[in-house]
Structure formats: C-alpha cells, structure tokens
C-alpha cells in the first residue's frame, strides 16, 4: 500500500524527493500532530508539523467538526473554496498552478486577500497537512537543526511571519500560516518561481489572543507572545540560520508583523541580509506605481504634489519615504520632499511637538497647529492627493471627495485600505462626487462604474502581488544580496510604465491582473539591469540576455514526462509490479 502511494505522490508533483515523500507519509497518514517531541525529534520531523501536540481525542473532535462543515453549517463558501484549492495544491501541484493562471483574477482572491485572511481566522478548523516550516521560541540555540529537517536544499525564497498582525485582522498567532503559504503559492503563479525553492516559514513565539488560546483546536504554542531579547535572539538565530544553511542571497521576505517589530526588524536587517518587508516596501512600490501612472494624467511631477495621508502605519510609512525618494530623483532636496507630505493618524494630523510620535512619524511632524478631522486637514492644506491607509471605512466623506475636486482638475483618490469593507471611500462615490475628474485605485477591487451620461471608468486595485512576486524573481535570479530601497522604486517605475494610454483613458492605474505573470517578468528584467548597473547582482557571469536567462528559471505547468524505468528500480521491485498492473 505504501509504495502505490508512494507512486502516486511522485506522479502527482515535481518533488521527486523520497526522503520527503516519507516524510509526508509520517507527518500526514500516520499521526500527524499527535506525535510526541521525542518522536518528532527521533523521526527527523520536528518544524515539519505546528508545534502543538493534540491527542486523537482533539483529532475526534476536528474530524467531528469537519463532518459539520460538510454538512453546511459553519464554514463559509470562500473558505471552502481555500479548503478545496490547497488540498489540489496537496494532490497535484502542476494542476493547482495551472488552475490559478487559468484565470487570475477569479483564483488569486481565494488563495490571497480577502479569502486567506478568513481561512487563517478558521485555520484550525481547515487544517488538514501541514505546509512549511513551524520554528518555535522554545527552538532557540537549535534552529540551524530544525532547518535540516526541510528536505529541499536549494530554497531561494523564504516567506516569514510571526501572526502578529494577520492582514486587518489582529494576532491570529500559529494560524497565520496561511499567509507565508499564500504569498509564496503567487511566487510560483505570477512570479514562475519553482515551488520547490519556496518556503513558507512561522516563527511562533505565543499569541495574545484570548480567544485562541482557549481554542482545543489551535495548532500553536499556548502561552503569551514572548517579547523582548528572547524574541530578538530568536529572530537573530533564525536569520543566520537561514542565511547559512540556503546563502546570503536567499530571499527573506517579512509577512505581518506588528508594528513595533516590523520597522526595526527592517532597519535591523536590511543591510545585513538578503530581506524586505512587504507590508512597508512592497505596498510603497505599488501605491507609488499608481501614483506615477496618475502623473501620466495630470501630466505633472511628483513633487508638484502635496499628498495627505490617513493613516501613519507600515503602509503609510512605506509609501511616503518612496514618495521621497521619487521627489529627490526629479531634483528636489530631501527636506522640501518631505514637507510635500502630511500624516493625520488616529490622533489627528502629525504635527512637531505632538505626543504619541513614533520616530517614523517624527520625520512627517511639520510646524503647523494640531489639528484632529480629516475634513479640516483637507480644507486647510487642499492637497493635490489624499491616500487612504488607516482601515477606517468611508473616512473619504462626501465632503472631502468635493473638496477635493473644487481644489484639483484631476484630483488623486487613493482608498487602499483592506477589506472592501473598510474602504476610505468606494470607487463609484469617488467617479461620482468629482463628475469623473477623480484618479481612484483602491485595496481591495471594485466593479467598473458607469455614470449617468454613459462614460465607463475601470478602478485600478493597487494589490500587492503587482510587485513581489517579480521583485522576488528579480532579486534571487541574479543573487542580489541586499535588498535596497532603490530596487522598490524600480519596480514602481517598471509597473508604471507597463500601463497603457487605453488603461489610462479607462481610469485604471494597474495593467489588467490577467497579465501578472508577464508583467512580474518583465520587472524581474528591470531589476537585474538595475542590480548589474548598480553592482549589486552577485552573480557572474551576467548573463547577456536577461529575459531569457529568467525564462530558464521559471516553473512549467507542463508534466514531466515520467518514465519508471529512468529510476532505475529493479524490475521485480513492487514500484515496477504496481506499475505494469
Ligand atoms: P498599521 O496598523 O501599520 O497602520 C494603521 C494606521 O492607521 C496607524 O498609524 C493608526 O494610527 C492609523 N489609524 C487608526 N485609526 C485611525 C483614525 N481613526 N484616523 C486616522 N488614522 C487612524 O496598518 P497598515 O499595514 O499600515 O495597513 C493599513 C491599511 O492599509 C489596512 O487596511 C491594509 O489592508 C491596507 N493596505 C493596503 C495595501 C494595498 O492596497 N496594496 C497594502 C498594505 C496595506
């Protein structure tokens, strides 16, 4: 029974990895969470399962509650379609990618936002097998150890996250994984990096989450997060391990850590290894992509702009200082670039002297009376763009919308913020209220709008798999070792460029998500010419044709041809046996 099934995973993937196969055979078919440490530690497994261990009542009561699901009770459609898609990515991962390329648009929002954030809240009722690799705080001073365990050698992309700040949704802990999985599953789907050199990591360091910490489902450590220099050392370890084990030009991208972390990880480790963050500089890339292609529009520059944010997180942050560095590329000088941008956070607008500033925002506080509504803001300063990034619905008022097209022939409406739900203002509201005068992208997509004298308009979804998938492709496919602030505003440019004069004359800022996989493509070119102009590519020699060299790097969909023979089992061996019947 074993070795059919073993012919069958080897059929199914490109993974032609035995010692894997075992693997999943032990952490799946047999006891799967139930196996002790020492076992674990015995069998090689440990970081291949969450670090929980649940005894087979628990795995009664998750089969149980599973057998609810199937009978249509808790479990939303979406996050049936996730169930239904990762289990194809489980059986026969060419098909699943294939599928999702089949139609983009339709599949991305399952395996990605908003669709992924629903299955991480329900994760530990959804959890089938475990994807990726679980490192606990209680793994310190053996991380390099737990690495080992990860059968595949040549990981070129690592995607981690602490689940501290799981989309909108808060600290979903262990159940974050969804994420680090999600992201590098569209790696592979826009970006045609092979699956096999992703790996989607969890550093699980505790939850605050009251909620799940009662859960008997929940698949992670329960206790509180551990903080301070028990989670730096942590953090450490794990970014020396990866770099030693997979080299200094494995990519390490950041997922959804809070706040206080997420800068000063970014800050920490920027020039020491090969790592960005994407909610920080892959959302900068592409909000500011949009703004350059809403230049193309007002035909001005960007610094003749003056830019209000709401909001001032990692989001906000990002987007300002590419804002910044876009400004002092036209000519302006750092001081005057900064001025050009204002921050209005849940205190109100940041201004010198203010309390609650962080040193983020330290750097956006101008000299000018505190002043705490939006609306104010906008009438006092009548900004030529507003940038919605705080995830307070309809703080887009109908008001402000006005203003800003009294103020503006071409007023640049920004709503990203994440949800639908918790949109700044909805795309038809803001086509509407400016009589079509108003450049919209959003976060989250919404449908065309007509007004009523008949013109169409196409709102532009400023999502983020515009950037890192081709980012990420670029980096690893000419081993840049540091990730520089200047790669992210060449991929905005990059993006930019790629927008035609009909998406412009529709009102979209993006090309159409249809085309993903060759606009990821064509970044990962703009990235390598970069880094080799700029010596930042590592390796030699450069290859002459760009395009082709990242052509021969990408994942097919196509099946291997399989042949048993070229294994060379014996041919009286079961495997042959099995096949021939
Ligand atoms: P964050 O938690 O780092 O920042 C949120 C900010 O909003 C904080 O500065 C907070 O002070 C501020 N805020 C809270 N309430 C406010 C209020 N009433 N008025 C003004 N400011 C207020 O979060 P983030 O990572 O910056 O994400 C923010 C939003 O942007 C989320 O909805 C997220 O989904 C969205 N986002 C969109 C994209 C995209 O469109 N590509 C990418 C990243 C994030």
Not at 60 to 79: G, H
Not at 320 to 326: N, Q
């Amino acid at each position: 029974r074993e070795t059919k099934l073993q012919i069958v995973l080897t059929c199914s993937s490109t993974w032609l990895n035995l010692h894997l196969i075992v693997l999943m055979v032990l952490c799946v078919f047999l006891q799967g969470m139930a196996f002790s440490l020492e076992e674990r530690l015995q069998l090689g497994i440990h970081g291949l399962l969450p670090p929980c261990f649940i005894n087979q009542d628990v795995q009664l009561l998750r089969v149980t509650l599973e057998n609810i699901i199937k009978m249509d009770l808790p479990l939303r459609k979406e996050s049936k379609q996730y169930v239904f898609l990762m289990g194809l990515q489980d059986r026969n991962e060419k098909l699943f990618y294939r599928v999702l390329l089949s139609d983009v648009e339709r599949f991305m929002p399952i395996i990605y936002t908003p669709t992924v954030g629903l299955a991480c809240q329900q994760y530990g009722l959804i959890f089938r097998k475990p994807r990726g690799l679980f490192i606990t705080i209680h793994d310190r001073g053996h991380i390099a150890s737990v690495l080992q365990n990860w059968p595949e050698k040549d990981i070129r992309a690592v995607c981690v996250t602490d689940g501290e700040r799981i989309l909108g949704l808060g600290d979903l802990g262990c159940y974050g994984m969804g994420i680090p999985v999600g992201k590098l599953a569209l790696y592979t789907a826009c970006g045609g990096m092979p699956p096999q050199q992703c790996l989607p990591v969890m550093l699980d360091v505790g939850t605050d989450n009251e909620t799940l910490l009662k859960d008997p489902l929940y698949i992670g450590l329960r206790h509180k997060r551990v903080r301070g220099q028990a989670y730096d050392d942590l953090l450490d370890e794990f970014m020396k391990a990866v770099s030693d084990r997979y080299g200094m030009d494995c990519l390490i991208q950041f997922e959804d850590f809070a706040n206080v972390n997420a800068f000063r990880l970014l800050t920490k480790y920027r020039n020491q290894y090969c790592t960005f963050n994407d909610d920080i500089q892959g959302t900068a890339a592409v909000a500011v992509a949009g703004l350059l292609a809403a230049l193309r529009i007002t035909k001005s520059k960007m610094c003749d702009h003056t830019i209000v944010f709401q909001g001032a997180g990692e989001a906000a942050m990002g987007i300002a200082e590419l804002i910044t560095m876009a400004m002092e590329k036209e000519g302006l000088a750092k001081d005057e670039c900064l001025k050009k941008i204002w921050m209005v956070d849940s205190k109100g607008l940041i201004v010198k002297g203010r309390d609650h500033l962080t040193h983020e925002k330290e750097r956006f506080a101008h000299d000018h009376p505190h002043m705490k509504k939006l609306e104010d803001v906008i009438q006092e300063l009548k900004p030529t763009a507003i940038i919605g990034v705080a995830a307070v619905a309809g703080a887009f008022s109908e008001q402000i919308i006005r203003d800003m097209a009294s103020f503006n022939e071409r007023p640049i409406i920004f709503a990203l913020s994440n949800p639908t739900s918790k949109a700044e203002c909805t795309a038809e509201q803001c086509y509407t209220l400016t009589e079509g005068r108003g450049i919209f992208a959003s976060g989250s997509p919404f449908d065309p709008v007509t007004l009523p004298d008949g013109r169409m308009f196409y709102p532009g979804q400023g999502n983020n798999a515009y950037i890192f998938p081709g980012v990420g492709l670029g980096i690893t496919a000419c081993a840049i070792q540091h990730v520089t602030e200047e790669i992210f505003l060449t991929a905005a440019e990059a993006l930019a460029h790629l927008v035609t004069e009909k998406d412009l004359a529709e009102g979209r800022l993006y090309p159409p998500l249809s085309s993903i996989r060759d606009v990821s493509l064509k970044l990962a070119v703009k990235i390598m010419e970069y880094a080799y102009e700029h010596n930042l590519a590592t390796l030699r020699p450069e290859p002459s044709d760009k395009q082709a060299h990242i052509h021969s790097l990408c994942y097919s969909t196509d099946y291997d041809e399989f042949v048993v023979d070229s294994y060379r089992w014996p041919e009286d061996s079961m495997v042959v046996q099995s096949c021939k019947l």
